[in-house]
């Protein structure tokens, strides 16, 4: 356990130090922004889940009776 903390506090010195690290830390920003917005949006019940569920249901209904002729 220790071994990892040595290893993890190295790494995100080096981050501090080196430009690329900062330009890597700003995508993992960007990307933590992105994962959000996608779960709040598509997360269990979400409005766009619950839009996509209607509309599957609705196209479904509308399929079953269109072939059995109900």
Not at 32 to 41: D, E, K, N, P, T
């Amino acid at each position: 356990m220790l071994t990892f903390y040595v290893k993890s506090s190295e790494a995100v010195k080096r981050l501090g130090t080196d430009q690329d690290g900062v330009v890597s830390f700003e995508y993992v920003i960007v990307a933590a922004c992105i994962i959000a917005v996608v779960s709040l949006g598509f997360g269990t019940g979400g409005p766009l889940q619950t839009a996509l569920t209607t509309a599957i249901t609705t196209v479904g209904t509308a399929l079953t009776t269109a072939v059995t002729g109900a």
